[in-house]
């Protein structure tokens, strides 16, 4: 069913601000272009960046232009329990912060792909490419069909040429700039999305004041964190907790590239934990307050009959726009739509492009070329997944529900590979045969939820071997379930296959496993690990010259030395001392020996040309191991 | 009394919430929930990577827990006390 076109469109100063707003973060990603010098660059920003640069520009990812229009109707349909998708994070943290975060950092893999190369094999990896490439383009289709939709309902655009037309804006700012423009344009976009989605829940609070007030008119039964347990059929708290929880959760934390590579961003894996722990703790309440509340706001609008009884759930968030604001705010309102979008799969281009580049192209095609050509199939490529995800638009435009469209996605695609990485991370015995049988064998059994053909007792084959994990869900209600199912067979797959073949020598997965992690540290820094905490110094930069070779040594004085708590061969990081630029000047160095003047950092100009930091800088220098 | 009876036929209506849902939903979440971290937290701690035997890991296991009991509160509240107040 079509959206419907609301009246309040097409003020000359809504346009106004959307063309601002578009032109206007295309030229600011533009403005990072000069920081992707490198594959390293295009790729992981140089590993530069604070923890809230990080955090924010993760958040920004997560809520995509579905978000909005799927959430609202969520909490539409069934009240605050529309949050819970938001709000299961935190289980995942203990393993994702302490095991696969410092894993993948320290090791220095450029994709799960690679990882898995490294932890089984090469067939594993081409398995994971293909996974994974379909997983991330799928995104990225869903994301401009979603957009194109809103669009669509809010100003008669066709749901087509305004997907592609948004897909052009980001795919020209990620060609140039790669991931420090993702950075930077997600955290100006994450901003706005937030500030948007609590701007009409204030505007919300504000009109429904004058009849009746909101809380009075939002039903008791909608002011519960979660839904039934196993109904409605439709959305329910166990439901949920698999499908978005557990496995949503997972790939987005363990597989999702463009995730990752957020993460692999950061200055070190001990800001990238702090980015974590501000993304779980603060920004995803924020986030799913952002997106939910047009539904609840919708609800009580229509308890206090300002919409009509008849409302549907796929309208409410744009009916809502239309009600709160007035000309001007729905242009806001549609700016931040459009940043959502860009902000999530901006980063899913980039993420395509990585693994085409580094899982496809560099082992495949051309091995040995210069960092130079594979930087430039980068930026070639990153226009390829725009147009491919433009191009999957109409695929979408076939589906009635949209929520279930994407579920139904996501749960088929992601529980093999979320099995085979929870696996690989946590069990060294787990094999690469195994690993293989899972992926493989997994997505058999994914496949077979699908066949259609009756099983007896009124259910098709699919619903049969779903209803062994139903939990007394009605088989319309399966769709959540199928990650559960996934999970447990993936699971009895991978440990029986593990239990009959070879476990892999133990040196060779060194670093890879979550028992080994002081070893992929040793690797990381090339020799032993300093972990003794010391202070954090301002100090003056001095540009010096010196061999090839000792190009990123830096000289401190004896005394600073010992106050970073730092030997000759440690690993520091020293940043301009403006906290807000997030890391965007600064250089990752290794202490040489002593010597130069207390307060001073004697840097190489090689080293401060990526990070733009110049003679006479401030710079916060740390220890990073 | 008609407001609220409104209230609930509009729920019902809707084919959304028809009434509020009770505690087993929260102790589902938390519980398989519940062990899922617990589990993540051992294997943490067994492995080394959070050492209690140092300031900075009681630090950290304190934060973890914290985190684990703040959002249990928050959501056993949202659930209980909200569609009553």
């Not at chain 1, 669509?152 to 420090?180: D, R």
């Not at chain 1, 010992?562 to 000759?568: C, D, E, I, Q």
Request: with cysteine; charged share 15%; net charge positive.
């Amino acid at each position: 069913m079509p959206l419907a076109v609301v009246q309040q469109v097409g003020h000359w100063v809504d346009y106004t601000i959307i063309i601002a707003y578009v032109v206007g973060i295309m030229l600011f990603g533009l403005v990072f272009g000069r920081y992707a010098k490198s594959t390293s660059d295009f790729f992981f920003g140089g590993r530069r960046f604070a923890w809230w640069l990080v955090g924010m520009s993760f958040v920004a990812t997560t809520v995509g232009s579905y978000s909005f229009i799927k959430y609202s109707q969520k909490a539409y349909q069934y009240g605050f329990s529309s949050t819970q998708t938001y709000l299961n994070d935190w289980f995942l943290m203990p393993l994702f912060m302490f095991g696969w975060l410092p894993i993948i950092y320290f090791t220095r893999v450029t994709s799960v792909p690679e990882y898995f190369h490294r932890r089984f094999d090469r067939r594993c990896r081409v398995m994971a490419t293909i996974i994974i490439l379909v997983y991330l383009v799928g995104y990225i289709g869903y994301n401009f069909f979603m957009l194109g939709k809103a669009l669509n309902a809010m100003l008669g655009w066709p749901v087509f040429l305004a997907s592609a037309g948004v897909a052009l804006v980001c795919a020209v700012y990620v060609h140039f700039g790669g991931q420090t423009s993702v950075i930077m344009t997600d955290l100006a976009q994450g901003i706005l999305l937030l500030a948007a989605g609590f701007a009409v829940l204030v505007l919300g609070v504000i009109l429904l004041a004058q009849h009746g007030g909101f809380w009075a008119n939002f039903p008791p039964a909608y002011r519960t964190a979660f839904a039934g347990l196993n109904r409605p059929a439709k959305f329910h708290a166990i439901g949920v907790f698999w499908q978005d929880g557990m496995a949503n959760g997972v790939a987005f934390y363990f597989m999702n590239q463009g995730i990752l590579m957020r993460f692999m961003c950061a200055k070190s894996v001990r800001d990238g934990r702090k980015a974590a722990i501000f993304i779980v703790l603060c920004l995803m309440p924020l986030a799913a307050i952002a997106v939910s509340n047009p539904g609840w706001i919708g609800r009580a609008m229509v308890n206090a009959g300002l919409l009509p009884a008849t409302t549907s759930a796929d309208q409410i968030f744009v009916l809502v726009a239309d009600k709160v604001g007035g000309i001007g705010f729905f242009g806001v309102l549609m700016a931040a739509l459009l940043a959502a979008l860009m902000s999530t799969t901006d980063s899913l281009i980039n993420a395509v492009s990585a693994i085409a580049v580094n899982d496809v192209y560099r082992p495949f095609i051309r091995k040995g070329a210069s960092d130079r050509h594979y930087l430039a199939v980068a930026r070639t490529v990153a226009i390829v997944a725009a147009l491919v995800g433009v191009v999957l638009v109409p695929t979408f435009m076939a589906f009635k529900d949209m929520y279930v469209a994407h579920a139904n996605f996501v749960a088929t695609v992601t529980p093999p590979m979320v099995v085979a990485i929870i696996l690989g991370v946590c069990w060294k015995r787990f094999t690469r045969t195994a690993a293989l049988a899972t992926l493989a064998g997994g997505a058999v059994c994914m496949v077979l939820t699908y066949v259609k053909a009756p099983a007896g007792d009124g259910m098709t084959i699919g619903e049969w071997l779903i209803h062994w994990v139903g939990h007394g869900i009605e088989p319309k209600g399966f769709t959540y379930m199928r990650s559960l199912y996934g999970i447990v067979v993936c699971s009895v797959i991978g440990i029986v296959v593990t239990l009959f073949t070879k476990p892999e020598p133990a040196a060779r997965i060194d670093g890879l496993v979550i028992g080994s992690i002081r070893r992929a540290k040793e690797l990381f820094k090339g020799s032993e690990p300093n972990e003794e905490p010391g202070e954090r110094l301002l100090l003056t930069v001095v540009p010096i010259d010196r061999p090839e070779n000792e190009a990123n040594v830096v000289t401190l004085h004896p005394d600073d030395l010992a106050r970073l708590h730092a030997k000759p061969g440690d690993m520091l990081y020293a940043a301009d001392r403006r906290w807000w630029l997030g890391g965007l000047r600064s250089a990752h160095v290794r202490a040489g020996q002593p010597g130069g003047q207390p307060g001073t950092v004697a840097i190489d100009r090689r080293s401060l040309a990526p990070g733009e930091l110049g003679p006479q800088t401030q710079v916060r220098v740390e220890k990073i191991l | 009394m008609m407001h609220h009876l409104a209230l609930w036929l509009a729920a019902a209506g809707a084919g959304g919430a028809a009434e509020p849902a009770g505690w087993t939903s929260w102790a589902y979440v938390y519980g398989v929930g519940g062990l899922v971290f617990a589990i993540g937290l051992a294997l943490c701690l067994k492995s080394g990577q959070i050492d209690p035997s140092r300031r900075r890991g009681r630090r950290i296991l304190a934060l973890m827990i914290a985190g684990f009991v703040g959002y249990a509160l928050l959501q056993g509240v949202m659930q209980m006390a909200l569609p009553r107040w």
